[in-house]
């Protein structure tokens, strides 16, 4: 009787070790493969990018309704139409707002863009996000996704391959969900 409980035993365990094996080798078979890539920032130098068009066409205006005037880094920028301008030879001269530059709310038409590290306010080129009661100009992630370009963006060329500039930001054409989109994959050194 003890040769029969043993035998069935051993029999029980080694239909148990089979099954498992079956089991391992099939879900080895369809195990898929993730490769996480970290985007570090991609700095090129200016003596790299190659404009499109030679000569940029500069947008200035005599004056200015209703501006409001703002004051960073002892430089003032004047804020009207939802535009900032510089002021230069008796003409405003529409320009982009460095980093670090702080307003109190946001343009009229901003959009909300959802980065999985950081959430962004974008409008016609320029990045902000919320700090301290205030909206701060920064510099966007590499990976964040904008669905269209600045007005007075820019093409160019690096390293034989066409990009979009805008305030020092490269964009790439991109399609998400079968949508043209633009990435940034990197910044120009000045």
């Given at each position: 009787?003890k ?7 051993i ?11 079956k089991?391992d080798?099939?879900?080895?078979r369809?195990?898929?493969k993730?490769?996480?890539v970290k ?14 068009k030679?000569?940029r066409?500069?947008?200035?205006v005599?004056?200015?309704p209703?501006r409001t ?11 009207a ?7 230069s030879g008796?003409?405003y001269?529409s320009?982009?707002p460095q980093?670090?530059?702080r307003i109190?709310s946001l343009?009229?038409?901003?959009i909300?863009?959802?980065?999985p590290n950081?959430?962004y ?6 990045f902000?996000?919320n ?9 966007p ?10 007005e007075?963006y820019?093409r160019v060329?690096?390293?034989g391959?066409?990009?979009?500039e ?9 399609q998400?969900n079968?949508?043209?989109a ?7 050194d000045q």
């Amino acid at each position: 009787m003890k040769n029969v409980v043993k035998i069935s035993c051993i029999l029980v365990f080694l239909f148990f070790i089979s099954s498992v094996e079956k089991v391992d080798a099939q879900s080895s078979r369809n195990a898929k493969k993730t490769v996480v890539v970290k985007k570090e920032s991609r700095r090129v130098p200016s003596k790299k990018v190659v404009y499109k068009k030679p000569n940029r066409k500069v947008v200035a205006v005599r004056s200015l309704p209703n501006r409001t005037i703002v004051k960073h880094k002892e430089v003032n920028y004047y804020y009207a139409n939802n535009r900032f301008y510089t002021y230069s030879g008796g003409r405003y001269i529409s320009i982009a707002p460095q980093k670090g530059f702080r307003i109190k709310s946001l343009p009229v038409g901003y959009i909300r863009i959802n980065h999985p590290n950081r959430n962004y306010f974008w409008f016609n080129g320029v990045f902000y996000t919320n700090v301290e009661n205030a909206y701060e100009v920064v510099e966007p992630e590499m990976g964040t996704v904008i669905y269209e370009l600045p007005e007075n963006y820019e093409r160019v060329e690096i390293d034989g391959n066409s990009y979009y500039e805008f305030s020092n930001v490269l964009y790439e054409k991109i399609q998400v969900n079968g949508e043209r989109a633009y990435e940034v994959i990197g910044f120009i050194d000045q």
